[in-house]
């Protein structure tokens, strides 16, 4: 057994504040998942750039990350992105879909995404795990808190995925699709510091309102996520140990 390799396709430019304190999003992942003896590359699949089809093969698991468009948009990169995210499918490699990348797997299986009726989500969610040996294996409690941050959401999605999460505000938080496909519409990844500096950054682009943005913030210092939790379950995921 070699060692194991993972990729993270990069769905989002770096925010210059995420840059210089993590090493951009891709660091922000490698710091989660990352564990001795790994090999993780990067693809900036939002600016074209993909692993080669021969290449595909060579790696273990793929991680898709949040972005600031839409996973129901049909911009090209997205377009290639569905297409690989079909042949993961077939060749049921692990791949793990967060926020962005939970829609865009959701939507690659044939499943339904849109706009949330509810609107935006953002500060850390109380979700509710449903009934799944996942769960038991890991002992897990029945609900977990996790940052979120968006607008968009998965409504629908085929028969053979099981819903292992939702919360108040969404009905799909968490799926999985086989043993090979999971999504989760939160963050695990994020610390509260960096959904502080993108509520700035939301605001000053005007997708948000002031007084959202500063109750968003005065909610997100009274609580916590369950960081540690949802690291072991991306892990165990991701390297097959679920």
């Not at 990352?34 to 060579?58: A, I, Y």
């Not at 002031?210 to 949802?230: G, I, M, T, V, Y």
Request: proline share 3%; with cysteine; net charge negative.
């Amino acid at each position: 057994m070699g060692s194991q390799k993972f990729a993270v396709l990069l769905c989002a430019d770096d925010s210059d504040y995420v840059k210089k304190i993590y090493g951009g999003y891709f660091g922000v992942f490698v710091r989660m998942l990352e564990e001795e003896g790994e090999t993780w590359d990067m693809f900036r699949v939002s600016n074209g750039q993909f692993p080669e089809d021969e290449k595909v093969g060579e790696y273990d698991g793929f991680v898709i990350t949040g972005s600031c468009n839409d996973a129901h948009g049909n911009d090209l990169w997205i377009c290639k992105l569905l297409n690989l995210l079909k042949k993961l499918n077939g060749m049921k490699k692990k791949v793990l879909g967060i926020c962005f990348g939970h829609q865009i797997l959701g939507r690659a299986l044939g499943g339904k995404i849109g706009r949330a009726s509810s609107g935006w989500d953002i500060g850390i969610t109380n979700i509710n795990l449903q009934p799944s040996k996942i769960f038991s294996s890991l002992k897990m409690p029945a609900s977990l808190s996790i940052i979120e941050c968006h607008r968009d959401e998965v409504w629908e999605l085929p028969p053979k995925a099981e819903v292992m999460a939702r919360s108040n505000k969404t009905g799909i938080e968490m799926f999985r699709y086989g043993d090979h496909f999971m999504g989760i519409q939160g963050h695990p990844e994020y610390t509260k510091d960096i959904l502080f500096n993108l509520i700035d950054r939301l605001l000053h682009r005007d997708l948000i309102e002031e007084s959202f943005a500063e109750e968003a913030k005065s909610k997100l210092e009274a609580n916590e996520p369950d960081k540690e939790a949802w690291k072991k379950l991306c892990i165990g995921f991701l390297k097959g140990r679920l």
